[in-house]
């Protein structure tokens, strides 16, 4: 029964959308929104649109990737044929119309934020994923996440008071750890294809093994860095 449970469409499609990398980065802008000091409804307001947001970017990236998921990761919903591709480009259309609202509803300038933080990601990942400078798209996109939050509020009623230059920096910087540290599961297969994004590069010279650890040092510095700049900067 759970088999025959797990292999539903909607169940499919919530595989399909990277659910642990949503919910864990819609996690992460609330508890950020909760320490700014974000009342609860406006704290529940960044989860809901951040996740309705990262799900549209999962769903976009297995729909754009499932040639070459089908050749080195079958088990994936979409790839494997389990899931019709017009599912996936009908949740991705829902999502874009739902996730448009709710930017707004944190005000007109984290909305803008947010909407142009969703294209730079959807367009980097396509035309730089297998680049050198594959980092860019993830490092610009995170450094507009304190902007969101700096300018968010409640019923479309944002803050005019922009992010600290700090936490900006901060942000960019923790782009490029999780760039590196979710792309390294795959590499293998990123060899096969052929491509050359930083990640593998650096893999080249350092070893895989070696670039974990590389990677996660940097990226929990940088939290380190994020919660000493947001006791003593603060957030915006």
């Not at 508890?31 to 000091?37: F, K, L, R, T």
């Not at 549209?56 to 998921?69: H, M, S, T, V, Y």
């Not at 923790?174 to 593998?200: C, K, N, T």
Request: glycine content about 10%.
């Amino acid at each position: 029964m759970l088999r025959a449970l797990s292999t539903t469409p909607s169940l499919l499609l919530v595989r399909a959308a990277h659910p642990r990398q949503a919910l864990l980065t819609a996690a992460a802008l609330a508890a950020a929104a909760a320490v700014a000091g974000r009342a609860p409804r406006e704290v529940a307001l960044v989860g809901a649109t951040v996740l309705v947001g990262q799900s549209l970017l999962g769903w976009a990236d297995d729909l754009a990737d499932r040639e070459r998921d089908a050749r080195h990761r079958p088990g994936k919903p979409l790839a494997g044929g389990r899931l019709d591709a017009g599912t996936v480009w009908f949740a991705l259309s829902c999502a874009v119309l739902l996730v448009v609202p709710l930017a707004v509803a944190n005000g007109r300038r984290a909305a803008a934020t947010y909407l142009a933080l969703l294209a730079l990601s959807a367009l980097g990942d396509r035309l730089l994923h297998d680049r050198p400078l594959s980092f860019a798209p993830w490092m610009a996109s995170f450094a507009l996440y304190p902007a969101f939050l700096a300018y968010g509020g409640w019923g479309g009623v944002g803050s005019p008071t922009p992010p600290t230059p700090a936490m900006v920096v901060l942000a960019a910087a923790l782009g490029l750890g999780v760039h590196v540290l979710v792309a390294l599961p795959g590499l293998v297969h990123d060899h096969l294809e052929g491509d050359r994004s930083l990640p593998m590069l650096l893999a080249l010279r350092t070893g895989t093994p070696r670039l974990l650890l590389l990677a996660g040092a940097w990226t929990a510095l940088v939290v380190v860095g994020v919660l000493i700049a947001g006791r003593t900067a603060g957030l915006a």
